[in-house]
């Protein structure tokens, strides 16, 4: 089976610092590789997905992830943190039958004025 | 607009109760999911569908069952209700057959709690 780990379930940034969310993920096959955001009493959100179509994906509100296979790491970044960034955020990889997406415990943001 | 509703949103029940949790679909996805979101341990699958008449286990399944009698809903039911199901509890579906790639839409999820 597969399985992800975040690394840091809370993660503390200053209005206008850089945002890094770590994810690491274990796959016996080429995985597809997901993030989302949950809001405050909401669902998830997709933030963006990596499909093997290139190793730098770009997503909404100014996110990207970078997989590295080599490290097994699909870490998600934004150059400047925002108020309405603070979210819970998860990462999920796809198994490689069916569709069936195994989570990380999540990573809580708080983004601090 | 296409969407995915759960209802009820919220929910407080006793001990020993049946209780069933709607899920309802307008994408016309034949893949449906049911997650329970617990702190300390992110999202894990409850049960999951690939289309009408077929349902499958997932990694938390004990406790709860499923049924797909067409393709826009998945009812989650709990058949006798126990402290340890309070949650939050969420649906979501994806397209049928393009592969695992598909990214997967969620509700809004419902808040179960058990007294």
């Given at each position: 089976?597969?399985?992800?780990?975040?690394?840091?379930?809370?993660?503390?940034?200053?209005?206008?610092?850089?945002?890094?969310?770590?994810?690491?993920?274990?796959?016996?096959?080429?995985?597809?590789?997901?993030w989302?955001?949950?809001?405050?009493?909401?669902?998830?959100?997709?933030?963006?997905?990596?499909?093997?179509?290139?190793?730098?994906?770009?997503?909404?509100?100014?996110?990207?992830?970078?997989?590295?296979?080599?490290?097994?790491?699909?870490?998600?970044?934004?150059?400047?943190?925002?108020?309405?960034?603070?979210?819970?955020?998860?990462?999920?990889?796809?198994?490689?039958?069916?569709?069936?997406?195994y989570?990380?415990?999540g990573?809580?943001?708080?983004?601090?004025? | 607009?296409?969407?995915i509703?759960?209802?009820?949103?919220?929910?407080?029940?006793?001990?020993?109760?049946?209780?069933?949790?709607?899920?309802?679909?307008?994408?016309?996805?034949?893949?449906?999911?049911?997650?329970?979101?617990?702190?300390?341990?992110?999202?894990?699958?409850?049960?999951y569908?690939?289309?009408?008449?077929?349902?499958?286990?997932?990694?938390?399944?004990?406790?709860?069952?499923?049924?797909?009698?067409?393709?826009?809903?998945?009812?989650?039911?709990?058949?006798?209700a126990?402290?340890?199901?309070?949650?939050?509890?969420f649906?979501?579906?994806?397209?049928?057959?393009?592969?695992?790639?598909?990214?997967?839409f969620?509700?809004?999820?419902?808040?179960?709690?058990?007294?």
């Amino acid at each position: 089976a597969q399985s992800v780990t975040q690394l840091g379930s809370h993660v503390s940034v200053s209005e206008g610092a850089l945002v890094l969310l770590r994810c690491n993920y274990s796959s016996s096959v080429p995985p597809y590789l997901f993030w989302y955001v949950q809001y405050p009493n909401q669902g998830l959100q997709l933030l963006l997905k990596y499909t093997s179509a290139a190793t730098l994906v770009k997503g909404i509100n100014g996110f990207e992830a970078e997989f590295k296979k080599s490290e097994t790491s699909f870490h998600l970044t934004k150059p400047s943190a925002h108020m309405s960034d603070a979210a819970e955020y998860f990462c999920a990889v796809s198994e490689g039958t069916g569709n069936q997406f195994y989570f990380g415990t999540g990573t809580s943001l708080t983004v601090i004025p | 607009d296409a969407e995915i509703t759960q209802s009820p949103r919220h929910k407080i029940t006793e001990t020993g109760r049946q209780v069933t949790l709607a899920c309802h679909q307008t994408w016309n996805h034949n893949n449906m999911f049911w997650y329970r979101q617990d702190l300390g341990h992110g999202l894990r699958l409850i049960h999951y569908s690939y289309g009408v008449q077929d349902t499958n286990k997932g990694e938390v399944s004990d406790g709860y069952s499923v049924s797909r009698s067409n393709t826009e809903d998945l009812p989650l039911t709990l058949e006798s209700a126990a402290s340890s199901q309070t949650s939050v509890y969420f649906c979501a579906s994806s397209p049928l057959g393009s592969g695992t790639y598909n990214e997967q839409f969620f509700g809004p999820g419902t808040r179960l709690t058990v007294l």
